[in-house]
């Protein structure tokens, strides 16, 4: 999480911009809220896409840390700029806002950190209604409200949106949508599994009934560990919000069918269980004699993970990990 980095430099007592992307049009390289921290010498944290782009916003941000006025600067990536620059090249059009943070700062970075750090959802308003002085603030939704704009979407998704109206214009910059990776079966495959969700910024939450496989020294990257004496009435103690990727991995496929019966009746953003075809048919036969039904089952990615032919815990890990942030990016 880029506020770290933010954070750290600040507590320095250093001048820094920030570059974020705020706009995109066709094909582009990052998406909007993608964010790259520019010190005074160039030094860069984080990236919005590279090239040709990416060092020009440097040099504009070295300029606003400098002192020049914050700005949002429009890079064309259809080749047909003024002197035909055929390095950008992508398709479409990036919009990104460079603006200044000064070391007295820090305090509203650190409440945005804590947010994160608790679960709860907060976000980034910017008025950019005069661009060469954005105004930021952070709204966290557990005491405060969001301007009177239609962000229902933007929350839902945690994307970041240009929000343009007669009175002022918009950046809704929500904190990322890191979400819960909760595995339901503590083996080899969940082990590798949630030290991949925890690289790529997942929380990771772990149950299983066999203490000596849920524990922490075992799985040091999770947040809890939890230790059942049954697979059922499972969340009744393990809380399911719609940020929430279960992942169904017990030891045995009656104990996979009792938990998937359970997470269909959660609001879980994605629901994946590992089995082959065959297992998939023989679990939702039975489930169907318990009520549910195709619309239920249209929510279950099984056999879990992309086909990449993986067959080694590791590589299974990775096919599954890939298939929860494309769930995350809303490419599913």
């Not at 790529?200 to 939450?205: I, K, L, Q």
């Not at 066999?210 to 009744?236: C, D, I, Y």
Request: charged share 25%; net charge negative; aromatic share 6%.
């Amino acid at each position: 999480m880029i506020e770290k980095d933010i954070i750290s430099l600040l507590q320095q007592s250093r001048t820094i911009a920030l570059v974020t992307i705020i706009d995109k049009s066709g094909s582009a390289p990052r998406l909007p809220g993608s964010k790259m921290i520019v010190e005074a010498d160039g030094t860069l944290h984080g990236t919005i896409g590279g090239g040709r782009m990416e060092h020009e916003a440097c040099q504009a941000a070295v300029a606003v840390v400098n002192g020049a006025a914050p700005l949002i600067r429009e890079f064309d990536m259809q080749g047909s700029g003024a002197a035909g620059n055929t390095d950008m090249i992508c398709g479409g059009i990036q919009l990104a806002l460079i603006e200044r943070l000064e070391p007295d700062m820090v305090a509203m970075f650190e409440a945005s950190l804590d947010c994160f750090l608790d679960g709860a959802k907060g976000v980034w308003v910017i008025d950019i209604t005069n661009p060469a002085q954005p105004l930021r603030s952070f709204v966290d939704l557990r005491n405060g409200e969001l301007p009177a704009v239609d962000c229902q979407e933007i929350m839902r998704r945690r994307v970041t949106r240009l929000v343009k109206n007669v009175a002022q214009d918009l950046v809704i910059d929500p904190l990322p949508k890191c979400g819960t990776v909760i595995l339901i079966g503590a083996g080899h495959v969940s082990r590798e599994v949630a030290r991949l969700a925890d690289y790529v910024e997942f929380e990771v939450v772990v149950c299983d009934d066999r203490l000596e496989f849920s524990n922490s020294e075992r799985f040091p990257m999770a947040r809890v560990t939890h230790v059942v004496s049954s697979f059922k009435e499972l969340f009744k103690n393990i809380s399911v919000e719609e940020d929430c990727y279960l992942l169904i991995m017990t030891r045995g496929h009656s104990y996979d069918q009792e938990v998937l019966g359970q997470a269909l009746k959660t609001p879980a953003r994605y629901i994946g269980m590992i089995g082959s075809k065959r297992k998939r048919a023989i679990t939702y036969s039975n489930l169907r004699d318990q009520g549910f039904g195709d619309a239920d089952f249209a929510r279950v990615h099984c056999p879990v993970g992309l086909a990449i032919g993986s067959e080694s815990p590791r590589e299974i890990a990775v096919s599954i990990i890939a298939e929860v942030i494309a769930a995350r990016a809303g490419a599913l």
